[in-house]
């Protein structure tokens, strides 16, 4: 007869914020597809939500899509209880929703621009890292936060002030939340990718001249993919990284490396 007292672990349960394309989007497939049931956010796009959500359930795994601006406290309070009414204690958040440089500089910035951004960037994954914190907090049980970030929180590119300064934000929080957190087994990490082929590079996918210029600026002599950020997220995720914490992984086929060649 089994020991009464032995209970099995709780169910992981993901949250992927911007689950509805790019980065996300391959995070929350590779997420549910191993296993764990996915909540995705999306702001607008609920067709590609849905998308989404059928080929995970023709993978075999679980979700549902819930339109959040992250950059509202009371939508991510929604979009955190409608989970748990679901699948229960959120333990895995992935914040990948965010927007890109809007490529003018400051003297032209109006503040409602920077404003939009951070909350997009920054406020959001501040938001949703506070919402999973509080509810495992009072759970007692230890959880893991990847936060998707930029080679541009270190590389700042002239018209990218709004996203260079949330993404370098970013980085700071991901490094705090990690000393704060550590007593309670919670794990914070960030990942810094370099060009991935994603809607926010769809120009270049678009027109094949500037993919061959932008990938002739990368050591490694071509442009990632979604699918390879997600394969380091899942990582991130599993027990398998269970001692890291704090750390800000690149994935950019070196391109961040070269800073100040050739001058």
């Not at 689950?19 to 796009?45: C, H, N, Q, W």
């Not at 990284?241 to 690149?250: L, N, P, S």
Request: charged residues 20%; hydrophobic residues 45%; glycine residues 12%.
């Amino acid at each position: 007869m089994a020991d009464a007292s032995f209970s099995k672990p709780p169910q992981s349960v993901a949250i992927v914020t911007g689950g509805e394309s790019g980065i996300g989007r391959a995070a929350a497939l590779k997420i549910a597809i191993g296993g764990t049931p996915v909540v995705i956010t999306y702001f607008a796009d609920r067709g590609a939500a849905d998308a989404v959500l059928a080929e995970i359930e023709n993978a075999g795994g679980h979700g549902i899509a819930v339109q959040t601006d992250v950059g509202d406290e009371q939508a991510v309070e929604a979009l955190f209880a409608r989970a748990e009414a679901e699948f229960g204690i959120v333990d895995q958040l992935v914040n990948s929703a965010g927007l890109n440089m809007s490529g003018v500089m400051l003297r032209d910035m109006a503040l409602a621009q920077f404003d939009r951004l951070m909350r997009a960037d920054l406020y959001g994954p501040f938001l949703t890292c506070r919402r999973m914190v509080r509810a495992l907090e009072d759970a007692g049980r230890g959880g893991r936060i990847v936060n998707i970030s930029s080679i541009h929180e270190k590389a700042p590119r002239p018209g990218g002030v709004d996203y260079d300064a949330a993404k370098g934000g970013l980085a700071q929080l991901t490094a705090t939340l990690a000393l704060e957190l550590a007593p309670k087994k919670i794990a914070v990490n960030g990942v810094a990718p370099g060009m991935i082929l994603t809607p926010m590079n769809q120009s270049a996918l678009d027109h094949p001249d500037e993919l061959k210029r932008k990938e002739a600026a990368i050591p490694w002599g071509r442009a990632g993919t979604p699918e390879e950020v997600a394969e380091l997220i899942a990582f991130l995720l599993s027990p398998a990284a269970d001692y890291i914490t704090g750390t800000t992984v690149t994935i950019d086929g070196a391109l961040s490396l070269t800073v100040a060649q050739g001058a």
